[in-house]
């Protein structure tokens, strides 16, 4: 299994470029808004709007596939053809990018590719992307203002209702770890942020964006990194692995990364407003009690909502 990918040719990386601190809530108003970076569709109309799907890059409905475990159907959605603020609801579903990771899961699904390949096929994807942009969120695979950041992942935070440690999984550039130091010191929660990420590129960019941190950076794959230590929150996507491998990724976090009585966030994904929630419901089939959920709507569309679960571990 592979721990890291490093599948990139970096022919620019201004780390200095990357530091620009902007959590708080408290922002000036009148900030310009951040200029979009278009990361994967660099000259889509769409992604001067699209946001980010919370990381879905291959959040579907399942089928049978031909090995008889679920396998995803990327397209399973009935195409939408409207737009709003320029993007269809398969775009915002599926997330960015998305056309171009269904081909790799399919590869996968065939047999064709095995989980190293996978992971080192979407990294070139989005490690070259993130690392090309220059502003802190584009970095993470956010596209948009701040204040859509803070309304995108800051509802998240509600699961952690303790100050103890936090695990960012696939932390990027580290952006999150620092929002989520700043937004919960605001409830008045103290956390201790940790990140691991697979690019290695990208861990080396979140730990000169955040040397005090640095050494709570690791590089390693998520669904086989075992820590030395344990942490009180570990906050994921569930598209960090094929498809059919979630079930092991939850498996493996819960058993070897989160500590016990602590928590196990998952999200933030999009999912179509009014829908029965689907990710929640797939990973409750698993066998995993899930203990609580959120849900914000999304800021442009309201075809749209944003939602996040948690599953604990017991003490
Ligand atoms: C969309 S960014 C998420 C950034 C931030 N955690 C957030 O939620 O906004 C996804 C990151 O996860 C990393 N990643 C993907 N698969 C991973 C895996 N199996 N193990 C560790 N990191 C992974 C990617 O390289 C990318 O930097």
Same mark, same amino acid.
């Given at each position: 299994?592979?721990?890291?990918?490093?599948?990139?040719?970096?022919?620019?990386?201004?780390?200095?470029?990357?530091?620009?601190?902007?959590?708080p809530?408290?922002?000036?108003?009148?900030?310009?808004?951040?200029?979009?970076?278009?990361?994967?569709f660099?000259?889509?109309?769409?992604?001067?709007?699209?946001?980010d799907?919370?990381?879905?890059?291959?959040?579907?409905?399942?089928?049978?596939?031909?090995?008889?475990?679920?396998?995803?159907?990327?397209?399973?959605?009935?195409?939408?053809?409207?737009?709003?603020?320029?993007?269809?609801?398969?775009?915002?579903?599926?997330?960015?990018?998305?056309?171009?990771?269904q081909?790799?899961?399919?590869?996968?699904?065939?047999?064709?590719?095995?989980?190293?390949?996978?992971?080192?096929?979407?990294?070139?994807?989005?490690?070259?992307?993130?690392?090309?942009?220059?502003d802190?969120?584009?970095?993470?695979?956010?596209?948009?203002?701040?204040?859509?950041?803070?309304?995108?992942?800051?509802?998240i935070?509600a699961?952690?209702?303790r100050?103890?440690?936090?695990?960012?999984? *696939?932390?990027?550039?580290?952006?999150?770890? $620092?929002? %989520?130091?700043?937004?919960? +010191?605001? !409830? &008045?929660?103290?956390?201790? =942020?940790?990140?691991?990420?697979?690019?290695?590129?990208?861990?080396?960019?979140?730990?000169?964006?955040?040397?005090?941190?640095?050494?709570?950076?690791?590089?390693g794959?998520?669904?086989?990194?075992?820590?030395d230590?344990?942490?009180?929150?570990?906050?994921?996507?569930?598209e960090?692995?094929?498809?059919?491998?979630?079930?092991?990724?939850?498996?493996?976090?819960?058993?070897?990364?989160?500590?016990?009585?602590?928590?196990?966030?998952?999200?933030?994904?999009?999912?179509?407003? *009014?829908?029965?929630?689907?990710?929640?419901? $797939?990973? %409750?089939?698993?066998?995993? +009690?899930? !203990? &609580?959920?959120?849900?914000? =709507?999304?800021?442009?569309d309201?075809?749209?909502?944003?939602?996040?679960?948690?599953?604990?571990?017991?003490?």
């Open positions: 299994m592979l721990d890291s990918v490093s599948p990139l040719t970096i022919t620019r990386l201004d780390l200095a470029q990357g530091g620009t601190y902007e959590c809530s408290h922002r000036p108003r009148g900030e310009m808004l951040a200029r979009v970076v278009s990361l994967i660099s000259d889509s109309r769409r992604a001067r709007d699209a946001g799907a919370g990381g879905q890059h291959a959040v579907a409905s399942t089928s049978r596939s031909p090995r008889g475990r679920p396998a995803p159907t990327l397209n399973a959605m009935a195409p939408q053809e409207e737009r709003v603020g320029e993007s269809t609801l398969n775009e915002r579903i599926l997330g960015r990018g998305w056309e171009l990771i081909p790799i899961e399919a590869a996968y699904e065939r047999g064709e590719i095995d989980a190293g390949e996978w992971h080192a096929r979407i990294g070139a994807i989005i490690g070259r992307a993130y690392l090309a942009a220059t802190p969120r584009a970095q993470s695979g956010f596209s948009g203002s701040t204040e859509d950041w803070e309304r995108a992942r800051g509802f935070f699961a952690v209702n100050d103890g440690t936090f695990l960012d999984v *696939g932390c990027a550039n580290g952006h999150l770890m $620092e929002c %989520a130091v700043a937004w919960l +010191a605001e !409830a &008045g929660v103290m956390i201790e =942020p940790y990140g691991v990420e697979i690019v290695p590129e990208l861990a080396a960019l979140a730990r000169q964006r955040l040397p005090h941190w640095a050494e709570g950076i690791s590089i794959n998520a669904l086989t990194w075992t820590p230590r344990q942490f009180d929150f570990v906050h994921t996507g569930l960090y692995v094929p498809a059919r491998l979630r079930a092991r990724l939850v498996a493996h976090l819960l058993e070897h990364v989160v500590a016990p009585g602590g928590r196990l966030i998952v999200g933030a994904h999009s999912e179509a407003a *009014g829908s029965p929630p689907r990710l929640k419901a $797939e990973v %409750a089939s698993w066998g995993f +009690a899930v !203990a &609580g959920a959120v849900e914000v =709507p999304h800021a442009r309201h075809r749209v909502v944003r939602r996040a679960f948690w599953l604990e571990k017991p003490s």
